[in-house]
């Protein structure tokens, strides 16, 4: 198996929760996950993220899943 490569996957979350004026532990209570486990997404420090957490996500900011994730092309 080849070395982990580190992702190079982005989260939108501060710039999102800022345009709908939400805290990240409102958000947090609303998906009903932690503050911390946000909190990791949030800071690019996730490795993964599960589909219906995402889902939860994208409903309570009212957006898509591309709105919150992007690709940094290095």
Not at 22 to 27: A, K
Not at 35 to 59: E, G
């Amino acid at each position: 198996m080849p070395p982990e490569e580190e992702h190079r996957v982005r989260i939108h979350l501060d710039r999102l929760l800022a345009e709908r004026g939400m805290t990240l532990s409102e958000l947090a209570a609303r998906v009903g996950v932690t503050v911390v486990n946000l909190s990791v997404l949030k800071n690019d420090r996730a490795k993964a993220i599960r589909f219906s957490t995402l889902t939860a996500i994208c409903r309570e900011l009212g957006c898509q899943p591309g709105d919150l994730l992007s690709v940094r092309q290095d």
